[in-house]
């Protein structure tokens, strides 16, 4: 089966310019996730969507970030304005009712953020 | 707040065993995942403990004290291949997927 999709692989901008990444799940998974990783550190969840609806946003920083995720598949993340600190990769993952409990979440190769 | 503990670095030589150890601080607690990421790879999972013990899976086995707040991988039969950073995870709310990643540990495998 075709992985998680993520394009693009690298990014670089300016502060204060907006970005956008984009997620193509894995066929199937109603759950998509994105996570933030900051050099050195482990992922940390920004947003998960269980098809088109927010689960969990409670760590994404509303007044920059934004996703959506319609129709229940593909899914956008959009920065606006960026900041020296968003400077990370961006991990886009997909999980499956089949693999609730278990929790084996598929990643995509990530986005690489660089902003300067 | 929410903790996972890893050390962040360990150094090994192929064919030998090494254990990564994991200990956690998170306000609920359903189940420990490790996952393993190369440098400038996705993680991929390698393994899930939701009760006491240890599974083993090919040269990788993983054990969970609840108790303890603890948690190990155990890699066997060391290959450079395993030279990558390994996370641990704590799922910590019971009706949703979500992952609390720990800090992540380097291994390097030397010949």
């Known amino acids: 089966e075709a992985g998680v999709a993520q394009s693009p692989r690298y990014k670089i901008i300016e502060k204060r310019q907006s970005v956008a990444f984009w997620c193509n799940p894995i066929s199937g998974h109603a759950t998509l996730y994105w996570y933030q990783q900051i050099l050195g550190q482990g992922p940390k969840l920004l947003i998960q969507f269980q098809n088109n609806g927010v689960v969990d946003d409670s760590q994404l920083p509303k007044d920059r970030f934004s996703a959506e995720r319609l129709k229940g598949v593909d899914s956008t993340l959009k920065i606006q304005p960026a900041k020296l600190e968003d400077s990370a990769v961006y991990l886009c993952?997909?999980?499956?009712?089949?693999?609730?409990?278990?929790?084996?979440?598929?990643f995509g190769q990530g986005t690489r953020l660089t902003v300067v | 707040g929410q903790s996972l503990e890893q050390p962040s670095e360990v150094t090994a030589v192929e064919g030998a065993i090494v254990q990564i150890n994991c200990t956690y601080q998170t306000s609920g607690f359903y189940g420990l995942s490790w996952y393993q990421q190369h440098d400038g790879g996705a993680p991929t999972f390698l393994s899930y403990n939701a009760l006491d013990g240890l599974e083993e899976t090919g040269r990788f086995s993983s054990f969970l004290s609840r108790s303890d707040s603890y948690g190990y991988l155990l890699l066997q039969e060391l290959q450079m291949k395993d030279s990558a950073s390994y996370f641990c995870?704590?799922?910590?709310?019971?009706?949703?997927?979500?992952?609390?990643f720990g800090t992540g540990t380097r291994l390097q495998v030397f010949p």
């Open positions: 995870a704590v799922r910590d709310q019971e009706n949703t997927d979500k992952l609390i």
């Open positions: 993952a997909s999980s499956s009712a089949e693999s609730r409990g278990r929790v084996e979440a598929f």
